[in-house]
């Protein structure tokens, strides 16, 4: 069993086959949450949700860039080999 929050609140969302998550965060962090989830019109699970999106869409995006970098960079060693 979890302790009790002691000031946290906690930030859950499911939606249809989705699996809930459950977060701690201070009152604070969920007032920011909330403002800035109020002035983008959605709610502060949706903004959460695509925060957890973003961050997990990066790591792809780095190496795809790295890639992209690494064989333009060797274009010529690479079509010298070829």
């Known amino acids: ?24 965060v201070s009152e604070e962090k969920l007032a920011q949450l909330r403002d800035f989830a109020a002035r983008l019109g959605i709610s502060p699970e949706d903004l959460a949700r695509a925060g957890v999106d973003d961050l997990l869409a ?17 274009a010529d060693l690479y079509r010298r080999l070829a």
Do not use: W
């Not at 069993?1 to 998550?21: F, Q």
């Open 1 to 24: 069993m979890l302790p009790a929050p002691d000031r946290h609140e906690c930030l859950c969302y499911h939606v249809g086959s989705m699996k809930t998550l459950t977060i701690r």
């Open 58 to 74: 990066r790591p792809a995006e780095a190496f795809e860039q790295a890639v992209e970098y690494v064989v333009h960079k060797n």
